[in-house]
C-alpha cells in the first residue's frame, strides 16, 4: 500500500460542508485543495480516446518544425492546449490496415484480429493493483454485432477482451456508487458466497469445455469480490468521492454523451478509481451520421472519400469535432485539482489517435496519434515529433510501458522507443 | 473470504491452460499425406502459406480435432477441383476419390459412427435471457408499443445493461463459442436481475404466482422460505438443486433478512440463485458420457436426457425455458418418442412465443433485426425512425408467415405476397391485390412484439396511425421474397447511399451460404486507379469497380457480388424502386400534351416511329416536363401487328424529378417497325400537364448481368429465378446449415453432414417446408445426440 493516494477524509467532509450547494465541480475542488494537508505522491495515469475509421493526411498532418510547428484543419480544436501536447508523425509501418485489426494496431501495436495482451492493460497490470479498478473500458459508441475486435480497445493477457461499458449511467454508478455503499457490499457478499461454493462443486464435475466457461465465470465473481475487498480496505479512502454527482450524466444526444464519457474519465482519475482507461468515442468501421454537425455522409462512407471533395469536407469536419471531444478531456482534467493545486491534467499522459492511418487508403502507417499530459506527466510537450525511419507503433507503446515503470525490454514488434518523446 | 476462491480459481487456471495448450500431434501417416505434399506444398508451404494456407505445418501435425476448419477448406478446394489452380495439373479422378474417402474416414464419420459434434455450455443470450426472466418471475419486460407510426420501440431493461452480441461462425448470437468468449461481467448482471426483482415489489399477481400468496408476512421463517427458494431454483435452473446449493440460497435469506426485512432476504436468495452459472448457462450434464479418449469410440456418444431435451427444444423454438408440458413430457421420459417430439413440436410453433423464431432466427438469418435498433437509435427524424420499425415488421411478419402457412423455404428468396399496409405501399409505390394461402389449416398468427396473445398493441387516436399489416399479393413480379424486400434493400444500404456490394454479400452469405473473407493479397481500389492513371485512362466508378474485379485476387468472389448488387440497383436505399437509373435518356422523344388529364384510366397511344430492335429490350420512360399534378400510369403496351408486349408495372409521376420506366424485351421475331405505345393514364383533370415519353432503345438497353455459371439476368425477377433454378440445391443446403446451426448453438462442421443428408431427404417429399425443416432438426441426430468432447 505504499503508493496508496490518501486525503484526509475528515478535510474533505469540511470542504464538502462549506460548498455543498454549489453545483460545479470545478467550483468546489479549489475549496478541498487547500483543506488537504498531507502531502502524499499523486500518482500517473494514462487515458486513451480513440476514434475510428483513420484520417484524410491533407485534413491532419501538422506542418513546421519540431518545436515551431502550425496545427492542420483537424487539430485546431487543440490549439489552446499546444504547449500541452505532441503530435507524433510518420510512426506505424503496418503496409496494410483495415477496421478489423485497426483497434489492435492501436493497443498493440500488431494488426491481429486475436490481440494478445494490450498495452494499456501491461500497464494497468504495473500501477492498478490497489485501485478499485485496474482499468477502466469506455465506449460512446454501441457494439458493432459484426467483431469483436470493432468494439474492443482493450485485451487481457488470455487475450479476452475487457469489460467495456457504454452506458454512461451505469458507468457513473460502477465508479462512484455501488459497492461504495456498504450495505451493497455486505449483500453482494453473501450473494456470492451462495453463489461460489456450488459453482466450485459443479466445476469438479464438469467436463474440460464446461471448465474453461464457468472458469471465465469465476473470474468474474473474484473481480466483484476483489472489487469489494478493495472498497473494505480503502474504507472510502477514495479522494474527492463526496465532490461527485451525477449531474454529469447527460444522456440526450450523441455529443452529450460523449462530454459525459470524457468527464468520466477525468472523475475516475481524480477519485482515484482507476489510473487506466480507455474511451472508445467512435467504433471502427463506424457509420454515425454526425447530423448535429449539418453532416449528411455517414463516417465510414466519408472516410472512403476517394477524390470527391464533398465527402473529404465531412469526413474533415467530423474528424475536427472528435479532436475537439478530446481537447474537452483536457479542458476537464486541467479543471480538476488535485490537493496540492496540481492539476488532474498534471499527472497525466492521454493518448488520442485511430489504428487507421489514411482512412480511404486503409493504410497502417503514419498512424494519427496525439499526446497529451501536463507538467508532471514527463511529456516533451509543445513538440511536432516527426520520426524519418517511421518505427512500428509498438515503439510508440513501449515507450509509454516503460515510461509508467514497467521493466520491459520489448512489446510485440517494438524495434527500440521513441526518442524526444519524454524528458529523459 | 475471496482468498479461498482466488486460490481455488487459480488452480482450475493451471489446470487449463494445460489442457488447452497446443499439444503436438503425430504427423500425418497416410497415403493422402504424399498426395498433398507434393501437389500442394508449393505453395501451402510453412513459408508460402499462399491463401493463408500451411498446409505444411497441418500435416506435420494433424489434429483433425483443432484443424477441423483447415481441413474442411482444403477438402472443398480438392472436392471441388479449385486446387490445384487452373494452370497446373489437375489431380485424377483415383487421387481426388482416396482424397474423399480418406476425409469422410477422419471427418464426417470418425471410428464408422456417426457423431453428433461438439456441445460447449451456452450462455443465455440476452433475448433468451429476457424470455426466461418474464417466464420464471411472471413479469412483463417487454415495452408498450403503440400505434403511433412515429413510435420508435425503446430498449428494454434487458436491452439497457447487455448490448447485442456479436454474431458467431454459426452465423447467429446464439453460439456458444462466441457468447463464451464475450466478457461476463457479473456487477452488470446483479444490477439488471436487482432492477427485475424489484418490479416484483408493485406487482401482486406475480408474487400470488411465484409464492400462492399476494404479499408476504413480515416474519418468514427458514422453513417457510425454503419451499420457495426451492422451487424458484427449480425453475431457473431448470433442474432440482442440490441440498448443498439450497443450503447455500437458504444462508442467502437468513443474512439479508437479518439485517433487512424478509422481503428483501427472498430478493437476495433469488438474485443469487439467478447469479448462478446454472442459470446464466445451459450446461448440460456431461458425466453421463464416456471420458476422454473417445473421440472416435461409439460409446462416448450418448442420447439427450429427455429432461435436457426439452430445455434444447424450447430455447430453440421459443428462445425461452420449457412451459409446463414440457416438463411433465420430460419427466415421464415419453418427450424421446418421435411421435411424441413432432406432436410438440406442432404445439410449440402454434403459439405465440413462436415470435422467437422471426425475432431472432429470421431476425439474424436475413438481418433485419438490425432495423429496430437502427429505428431506436434513429435521432435524425420520427418519419424515418417510424418507417424503420415498420420494416422491422414487414420483415418479421414475412417471415413467420412463411413458418405459419407452411411455405417452402424457396419462398425465402422469392413469393409473391408481402406485409404492408396502404401508407407502406405507397412509399414503395406497389399495386397489389389480396393476398389467400391455399394451406387448408394455416397456424395461428402471432402477436407482433409480445409473446402472448394478452398483451396488446397500444392502441389511441395518434394523429399518425399505424395501420396493421396484413398479408398481400404483389402483382410486380420483381418484388416478393427476403432479396427484394424493403426491410432488405434497407439493411444492406445506409441512410443515404446503397452499396451493391453489401447487397452482392447478403445475396451470397444469406441465401446461398458462402462465407466470404477477404483474402490478404488484393490490391485495393486506390491501386487499381494508379494502374489505370498509368493507363491515361480516367474510370467511372462502376468502370474502376470493374477493372479491380478483373484482376485475380478480386474476381473469385466479385464475378459472384457484383452483378447481384448492381443488379438490385433498381432499388433505392430505402428499398424504393428508382425511377431510372441515367439522367436524360436517349432515344425517341413523343410529346405528350393533353387537353385536359382524364380522371379514370383511359388508354392513350402513340406511333412509334424509330425501328426497335428485336432480340434485345426496350425501354420506356414517361417523364413530365412541366405541371404538378399527379399522373397514374399502368398497363404499358408495345404492339405491331400480332406482337402485344405488355408491362403492368404500375406508376406514377408527380412532380419534374418524378419519373418511370417501363421494360419490354423485344422478341426475335417480332418487326423492327410499326410499333404503337399504349398506356392507361389517369390524371385530375387539370390541363397543364405536359409530358415526354422516351423510347429507349438498344442503345440503352442493359446488356444484362452475368452471374459466374454464365447465366444472366436483367431484372430481379430474373435473379430470384436464376437462383432458384441454378442455385437450388445451395439455397436448401444453407437453409438447413442455418436452421441446425441456431438449434445447435455452433456453426455446422463435417460430422454433420450425415445428419444433413438426413433433413434433407425427409423434408424434400413436401417441398422443402420450413416447418418441416424445423421438425426434422428436432427430430435429427445431433439435436437428440451428445457425447464427452
Known sequence: MTHQYLIPRRSVLQGVGVCMALPALEIMSPAISSAAETATPIPQRLGIFHKGNGIDPSGWEATGTETDFTLSRNLEPLQPYINDIVVLSNVSNQAKGDHYGAMPLFMTGVQNRNPGQTFDQVIAEHVGRTTQFDSFQLSADPVDVRSTTLNSLAYDKEGRARFVERNAQFAFDRLFRGLSNAGTRRKMGSVLDAVREPTTALLKKASRRDKAVISTYLDS??????????????DNARPHMNLVTDDVVQLDDFPSKMKTMTDLVALAFWTDATRVASCIMALESSRRIHDFLGLKADFHWSSHFENKKSLAEEFNSANTWYVAQFGNAIEKMKSLKEYDGSSVFDHSVLMFGSGLGHGNKHLGTNLPLVLAGGKHSGLNTGRLLTYPTQPPHANTLLTLIQHFGVEAEQYNNSTGTLDRLFHS | MSGRLIFTAAIVIAQLTSATAQQQTPALNHPVSTMLKTRCLECHSSEARSGGMNLEARLASFNPETDVDDWAKVEHAVVSGKMPPPDETALTETQRQQFRTWFDKEFVMPGGVQHPGPNRPRRLTREELQNTLEDILHVDLRVTVTNSRLHVIPETIIEKFFSASVIGDSGFSNDAVTLSEETIDIQTYSRCFSLVLSLLDSNEQARQQLFGQSSLPEEVTVADARPWIESFARSAWRRPGTPQEIAALTNVFEQVSRHGSAWEGIKASMLATLLSPSFLFRLEDTIAAAPESGRTAASSVTTVPPSELAVRLSYFLWSAPPDEELLRLAEDGTLQNDDVLRQQVRRMLADPKRVALAENLGGEWFDYKKLRQQSALNKRSDKMAGFYRTQFEEALLFFDSVIRYRQPVFSLVDADWAYLNAHQKNIYRLQTETKSFDEPEPLPPINLHYRDDSRQIHTQNYEYQHAPLTAVKLLDPDRGGFVTLGPTLSVTSTENRTSPIRR??????????????????????????????????????????????????????????????????????LGITRSITDENPSGEKLEWTPAETPKSYTDQAWTVTEPLIPGKETRVFFQYSKGRHRLNIRNVRLTSGEHVLEDRHFGFTGTARRDNVWFFPIPGDAPATGWTLTAEIQGDGGTDSHGIITIAGSDNTHPGYELPNGNSFRSPEELKQLLLSDYRDQITDNAIRRVLGYALGRKTLPVDRPAIEQIKDSIRDNGFRLTDLIEAVVLSFPFRHKEAP
Open chain 1, 221 to 234: 465473481v473474484r473481480d466483484v469480490e476483489l472489487a469489494i475487498e478493495k472498497h473494505q480496505q480503502s
Open chain 2, 504 to 573: 452482392g454479400v447478403w445475396v451470397l452469405e444469406r441465401l446461398l451460404g458462402q462465407h466470404l473473407e477477404v483474402p490478404d493479397d488484393v490490391p485495393d481500389l486506390d491501386e487499381t486507379r494508379k494502374k489505370a492513371k498509368v493507363d491515361n485512362r480516367k474510370l467511372t466508378n462502376v468502370e474502376l469497380l470493374k477493372l479491380h474485379s478483373s484482376q485475380a485476387g478480386c474476381a473469385s468472389c466479385h464475378q459472384f457480388i457484383d452483378p447481384i448488387g448492381f443488379g438490385l440497383e433498381v432499388f433505392d436505399q
